[in-house]
């Protein structure tokens, strides 16, 4: 299964200096499921994208999502 990771996102909420539970509460949801969702290991709903980009005043909440888990690419003799 492939999953998001929100490397954009952290990378944006250290940028700010914002805390992982400043962002969470401005997008309306705990720091532990916050904190899920940017490392990975919860997806996010549409809604919740939809709230951590306005959290961390992004217009496009589609660019959080920078980073896929993805087959990693084969390696050449």
Do not use: C, W
């Amino acid at each position: 299964m492939f999953r998001p990771k929100f490397l954009r996102a952290k990378a944006i909420r250290l940028q700010r200096g914002q805390t992982q539970s400043q962002v969470a509460r401005l997008a309306h949801m705990s720091q532990p499921t916050y904190a899920r969702i940017e490392v990975g290991r919860l997806v996010p709903t549409t809604d919740e994208l939809a709230r951590i980009a306005a959290a961390l005043q992004i217009a496009d909440a589609l660019s959080l999502l920078d980073e896929m888990n993805a087959e990693p690419e084969a390696v050449q003799p």
